[in-house]
């Protein structure tokens, strides 16, 4: 085997240039919590080592404004503005669980992030490498689901954006070409009558890699739950949206019955997805209760 | 092998790495600052903590190439020539120190803790030393000489009472 060489990539053109000139034989590394560990068990061999943690256009969370055209009901095209909020695939754990952009109704963002790991950890794992390692686990993603975000993924010639949903394929493997790097994550921000919320089950709570986790975006009107979106961790081979769920919520006036029913049909749809597995039974009791943190969390943050 | 540059403990050093080294690595092996242990290598037990640009990492979990020019404290960077830094002075007051394993990581946990939050709550402390693991003291000690140390670091951290 070749000698590993190590690279510090100190701009984007650059790190998409050698991603360019060397596929396949790259590795990223970004917080390294994931890869050193496999790099040292030699489950990672590559030639090239390639540090991206210091490069600044993957700093950093914004808002940027997104023109959306849609039709209307007349038949004219209307163009509305979306403000979106967007997270570099460089930014830490720590950094989300103090950003003031995940405060109120996006807190569940912040809860998540602060779920993770020990402090030590958080100060080093990347948003963007959580989601690249796409573990069961992966605390940050059944949030991200719940808001429907996109991957902005780059290669020398073109930036392309695609649903997270999409971008995650398998275990461990995202839809990523060896000259690609998976460059921010972006979302909706939330109206006032729109939150996330998010609740785990873990072994203690720092280093606890997820049991079971959800997260719940619900948008509320008259009383009742307009829409909702829930995505759930270690639930099965990758974090996953639960549209069965969602759609026994949706409509519904809020109150204990209906978010009872829909714990007991959640329990009911994890059972039937683990069977035969260990731990069927003991999840599918236990989601019913992460669940319904998840919800009341949410609707906690919009003072419901 | 490599040739790099960086601050520790207020210091410019260079020094030669292999590629495969981590952080750890760097400090114990090629710098001789044993202070910072080894104890899982796997990123759970904080042994290893160290202080890089003000936030902790674990140093097993950094490559040392990764560090090039950035700016690192160990526990060797806590005390001056001949006095104890507060956070140790506490620790030793306090008995909260037993084989003293885990304590380096511990200190530096509590220093940045203490940087960001000057009077913590019991919680918050047990919450930012989360990441270090101790298997002697069961940890009240520890909680109860970082108490004492921001107590010390807000009147100055001079006292000697
Ligand atoms: S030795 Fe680094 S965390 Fe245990
Ligand atoms: S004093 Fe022994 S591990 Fe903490």
């Given at each position: 085997m070749a000698p590993l060489s190590v690279y510090r990539g100190a701009e984007l053109q650059q790190v998409l240039k050698l991603l360019q000139d060397h596929q396949g034989k790259v590795c990223i590394i970004a917080g390294g919590t994931d890869i050193i560990l496999k790099l040292r068990e030699k489950k990672l061999e590559p030639e090239v080592l390639l540090d991206i943690s210091g490069i600044n256009e993957l700093k950093g969370i914004s808002e940027y404004s997104k023109q959306l055209a849609d039709t209307g009901l007349d038949g004219l095209k209307r163009i509305t503005e979306q403000t979106m909020i967007k997270i570099g695939a460089g930014v830490t754990f720590s950094e989300i669980a103090k950003s003031p952009f995940f405060s109120q109704n996006l807190k569940g963002l912040a809860d998540a992030a602060l779920s993770v790991g020990s402090p030590q950890i958080r100060n080093a794992a990347t948003i963007g490498g959580n989601i690249c390692n796409a573990s069961p686990a992966a605390d940050i993603i059944p949030v991200l689901l719940a808001l429907e975000a996109e991957a902005i993924v780059r290669s020398r010639e073109k930036e392309e954006t695609m649903s997270l949903q999409g971008f995650i394929l398998d275990k461990g493997s995202v839809k990523l070409l060896p000259n690609q790097l998976l460059c921010s994550i972006a979302f909706s921000?939330?109206?006032?009558?729109?939150?996330?919320?998010?609740?785990?089950?873990?072994?203690?709570?720092?280093?606890?890699?997820?049991?079971i986790a959800v997260a719940a975006f619900v948008e509320v009107g008259d009383n009742a739950f307009k829409n909702v979106r829930l995505a759930s961790g270690a639930c099965g081979k990758i974090p996953k949206r639960e549209y069965e769920v969602e759609a026994c919520l949706e409509g519904k006036a809020i109150n204990d019955g209906s978010i009872e029913a829909a714990a007991e049909l959640f329990k009911q749809v994890l059972k039937e997805r683990l069977r035969g597995r260990s731990g069927a039974e003991y999840k599918g009791e236990a989601v019913k209760g992460v669940f319904k943190e998840a919800l009341r969390k949410a609707l906690g943050y919009q003072n419901i | 092998m490599k040739e790099i540059s960086l601050r520790v403990n207020g210091e410019e050093r260079s020094a030669e790495i292999h590629e495969e080294m981590r952080l750890l690595d760097l400090l114990r092996d090629a710098l001789h600052l044993t202070g910072t242990k080894e104890g899982c290598g796997e990123g759970e037990c904080g042994a290893c903590t160290v202080i890089m640009e003000g936030k902790t990492v674990n140093s097993c979990m950094v490559m040392a190439f990764q560090a090039e020019g950035k700016e690192i404290i160990t526990i060797e960077g806590m005390a001056t020539k001949d006095k104890l830094h507060p956070i140790q002075r506490a620790f030793l007051e306090k008995g909260a120190v037993q084989c003293g394993f885990c304590i380096p990581g511990m200190v530096l946990s509590a220093k940045v803790l203490l940087d960001e939050n000057p009077i913590p709550t019991r919680d918050e402390i047990r919450e930012g030393i989360s990441g270090n693991l101790c298997r002697c003291t069961g940890y009240n000690k520890i909680v109860d000489a970082i108490e004492t140390a921001a107590g010390y670091l807000n009147t100055g951290g001079d006292s000697n009472a």
């Open positions: 921000s939330l109206k006032e009558n729109q939150s996330l919320g998010f609740a785990k089950l873990g072994l203690r709570k720092a280093l606890a890699i997820s049991r | -």
